[in-house]
């Protein structure tokens, strides 16, 4: 479905991913990892967004700088939501038929988070959460083959957080997840973790074991993979370690544990 | 989707206010301020010529529109040519048509208000040919094309701390070309070559059948208005086609970068 092949990508002399390799076949994925540590941009390489990178991404047997007219990818930053400054329902209208998917089934899923009040509304008039909710939505039905969602629990309410996983989780397609937050990641199963940091991707190790898995400094006991973060190296375990990883919430809270 | 992105175009307020609302009261001005001293017989010149200028300057604020419109979609339009059916020259063709609905709409509303001032004014109906019709939909598709290739030529090529400026160029240009005509001398080269001087006289055209050089002197040179017609339409092609190579390449933009600027 989608192959990353020596990824790297640079904001001028800063360098966001390091050579990065990544396969994604028929399975969900979820990439955890602190701020700054390239994972939007990741997703923007992804989605054409950011087309001044080395190496390659392969979507469906064709490079992505190349790609054209090839549906089934979603992805869930505002940005690609924009056309025409149109209210939500309008937006709709236009992905459903660019895109060729039923109208009908977004809009039920609009219904069921309670969207379907904010749909006389632009982008720019809904609040944080009903955005999010908009634009995961469009991302899981534009992405019929493919959805990448960056912190899709971003600024949702409990009941909507729940509703979002239990979406995702009964989901067939692949998705690809990036966020902070650890504890959702539990209510999805059979996803794939992997972690990230400066830029290169480490992994990796199964979401339904994350009560099992813990972060550790010391290479001691049964290591899954190591994680070599710049400056510091440390190790993903099974069974006991310093930091559990369930417990830690984000994993920026992982970071400060560690480096403290 | 025409009928989408037709719903989506018309419900933009901000094309409304300036291409309507402003421009009506510079049809208020020149109906019941500026008349007096009109010689009688002379009318549908002076009414000509107000009108033609605020409609160019009712398609410049439209355009201003659409150029921020467009520079706002860069992303999405990258993300849609890449990963839906959507292709550059259907996504041209559809928003022009879907714009025309808003020009034709908002270009009516402030034909038929000028016509219901003037005449209320000089007491008498003043109609423009029927022709006027053509006219109007040249006039926005002019616009739109030219709009949207100011927009993506400084997207693709140009720091984004130019956007909110550019997006005023076809306002700016509307603006000045708009009274050049009462004001300058112009040539028949010029008149024919230059489209936003074109439009002008051609809107002029449909209240008095004659393309006159002087907006402010009725028995200045006439024009051939198909030359016009012949010049505006082929602007509209080349720019068109220009916008649709602009669009294949189309650089995403962050909507963030520029807000902030």
Same mark, same amino acid.
């Given at each position: 479905m989608l192959s990353i092949r020596d990824l790297s990508v640079s904001y001028g002399s800063i360098q966001v991913l390091d050579r990065l390799n990544m396969e994604i076949g028929d399975e969900k994925i979820a990439i955890i990892g602190p701020n700054g540590s390239g994972k939007t941009t990741l997703l923007k390489s992804i989605s054409g967004l950011i087309s001044d990178f080395s190496g390659d991404i392969i979507y469906d047997g064709q490079s992505i700088k190349a790609s054209k007219n090839m549906p089934g990818l979603g992805i869930n930053l505002p940005d690609v939501f924009r056309v025409l400054d149109a209210d939500a329902r309008v937006l709709i209208k236009i992905y459903a038929q660019a895109v060729g998917v039923e109208e009908e089934r977004i809009m039920h899923d609009m219904v069921r988070f309670g969207l &379907?009040? /904010?749909?006389?509304?632009?982008? @720019?008039?809904?609040?944080?959460?009903?955005?999010?909710?908009?634009?995961?939505?469009? /991302? *899981?039905? $534009?992405?019929?083959?493919? /959805? *990448? *969602? &960056?912190?899709?629990?971003?600024? $949702? &309410?409990?009941?909507?957080?729940? $509703? *979002? /996983?239990?979406?995702?989780? &009964? @989901?067939?397609?692949?998705?690809?997840?990036?966020?902070?937050e650890i504890g959702m990641l539990r209510k999805i199963r059979h996803l794939k973790l992997f972690f990230m940091f400066n830029g290169k991707l480490f992994g990796s190790a199964p979401a339904d074991l994350i009560e099992e898995l813990y972060i550790d400094p010391d290479p001691s006991g049964r290591v899954l993979f190591q994680i070599d973060s710049g400056d510091r190296t440390f190790y993903v375990k099974i069974g006991s370690g310093k930091v559990k990883l369930s417990a830690a919430g984000s994993i920026d809270l992982v970071s400060e544990v560690l480096y403290d | 989707m025409i009928k989408e992105v037709a719903i989506g175009i018309l419900k933009n307020r901000s094309i409304w206010f300036w291409s309507v609302l402003f421009v009506l009261v510079w049809a208020v001005i020149g109906s019941f301020i500026a008349s007096k001293g009109v010689a009688v017989g002379s009318e549908k010149y002076y009414v000509s010529a107000w009108y033609s200028i605020e409609a160019v300057i009712s398609a410049g604020a439209s355009g201003t529109s659409i150029a921020y419109i467009t520079f706002f979609s860069s992303s999405s339009l990258a993300y849609l040519f890449r990963f839906s059916r959507l292709k550059p020259v259907h996504y041209e063709l559809i928003f022009l048509v879907g714009y025309l609905i808003t020009s034709i709409t908002t270009l009516t509303t402030v034909t038929a208000a000028n016509i219901f001032l003037f005449s209320l004014r000089f007491g008498r109906i003043i109609l423009p040919e029927p022709y006027i019709i053509p006219v109007i939909i040249i006039t926005g598709a002019f616009m739109y094309v030219f709009s949207v290739m100011v927009a993506l030529m400084v997207n693709n090529h140009f720091s984004l701390k130019n956007a909110s400026f550019t997006s005023f160029v076809p306002l700016f240009l509307a603006f000045i070309s708009a009274y050049l005509p009462l004001y300058?001398?112009?040539?028949?080269? !010029?008149?024919?070559?230059?489209? %936003?001087?074109?439009?002008?006289?051609?809107?002029?055209?449909? %209240?008095?059948?004659?393309?006159?050089?002087?907006?402010?002197?009725?028995?200045?040179?006439? !024009?051939?208005?198909?030359? !016009?017609?012949?010049?505006?339409?082929?602007?509209?092609? !080349?720019?068109f086609i220009t916008d649709v190579i602009l669009l294949r390449r189309i650089k995403p933009r962050s909507a963030e970068e520029m807000r902030q600027l």
């Open positions: &379907d009040r /904010a749909m006389n509304r632009k982008m @720019r008039e809904m609040s944080e959460g009903q955005k999010k909710i908009f634009c995961n939505i469009m /991302a *899981l039905h $534009l992405g019929y083959r493919i /959805a *990448l *969602l &960056d912190e899709p629990f971003e600024s $949702l &309410d409990q009941r909507s957080k729940g $509703l *979002l /996983a239990e979406i995702i989780g &009964d @989901r067939r397609e692949p998705v690809m997840i990036i966020t902070h | 300058v001398n112009i040539s028949r080269w !010029i008149a024919v070559a230059y489209p %936003f001087l074109g439009i002008e006289y051609l809107l002029s055209y449909a %209240f008095t059948g004659t393309v006159n050089l002087s907006l402010a002197t009725p028995s200045s040179s006439a !024009i051939s208005p198909a030359a !016009i017609y012949a010049s505006v339409i082929g602007w509209t092609a !080349i720019l």
